[in-house]
T-cell receptor, first 113, second 112 residues
Framework: GAGVSQSPSNKVTEKGKDVELRCDPI?????LYWYRQSLGQGLEFLIY????????KSGLPSDRFSAERTGGSVSTLTIQRTQQEDSAVYLC???????????FGDGTRLSIL | SQQGEEDPQALSIQEGENATMNCSYK?????LQWYRQNSGRGLVHLIL?????REKHSGRLRVTLDTSKKSSSLLITASRAADTASYFC????????????FGAGTTVTVRA
């Protein structure tokens, strides 16, 4: 596709449930990032995949968060046992390589009831 | 974590006027990027400026970078109602670390 695609656009779920968020990066982009945007914390980095290297997980807020990237393309961010503080917009970005602009999807707005 | 701060937090201007916003950061950087976010949407990339560059232009946008002061500015000339959005600066450290650290953003309202 022309841009980074994220699904679903919106997700409402009950506290304690698990959620999966999907990101389809721009074709040919080797690097993929997940960020979170919330009212209290602004925009913050979560996790980064670059080619076949081990992901940089340094931004994940707890062990309830995990992500994988299959076949060097699509990525799934999983949040287990969701809490209300997980409510945020989750943004995915990709870029062609070092020093290149990151291009963002429209995000998934996650609401935990 | 937030790398730095943006100033002002909010800006309201008349259509046709120029808008200037500033971004300060704390640690050495490799690249600095400016993004625009319309309400409820993703981030749109505007300009990337490298640490060895001082100024860059793209259409009505002008970005400056002063690494000695750890600051950058974004100027939007001849603003339009469609420029109404939030603007964020973001930095990376380079050296295989390209994750972005964002400022808190400036909300710009352009009045018709």
């Amino acid at each position: 596709g022309a841009g980074v695609s994220q699904s679903p656009s919106n997700k409402v779920t009950e506290k304690g449930k698990d959620v999966e968020l999907r990101c389809d990066p721009i074709s040919g982009h080797t690097a993929l990032y997940w960020y979170r945007q919330s009212l209290g914390q602004g925009l913050e980095f979560l996790i980064y995949f670059q080619g076949n290297s081990a992901p940089d997980k340094s931004g994940l807020p707890s062990d309830r968060f995990s992500a994988e990237r299959t076949g060097g393309s699509v990525s799934t961010l999983t949040i287990q046992r969701t809490q209300q503080e997980d409510s945020a917009v989750y943004l995915c970005a990709s870029h062609r390589g070092p020093g290149q602009p990151q291009h963002f999807g429209d995000g998934t707005r996650l609401s935990i009831l | 974590s937030q790398q730095g701060e943006e100033d002002p937090q909010a800006l309201s201007i008349q259509e046709g006027e120029n808008a200037t916003m500033n971004c300060s950061y704390k640690t050495s950087i490799n690249n600095l990027q400016w993004y625009r976010q319309n309400s409820g949407r993703g981030l749109v990339h505007l300009i990337l400026i490298r640490s060895n560059e001082r100024e860059k232009h793209s259409g009505r946008l002008r970005v400056t970078l002063d690494t000695s002061k750890k600051s950058s500015s974004l100027l939007i000339t001849a603003s339009r109602a469609a420029d109404t959005a939030s603007y964020f600066c973001a930095t990376d450290k380079g050296s295989n670390d390209y994750k972005l650290s964002f400022g808190a953003g400036t909300t710009v309202t352009v009045r018709a």
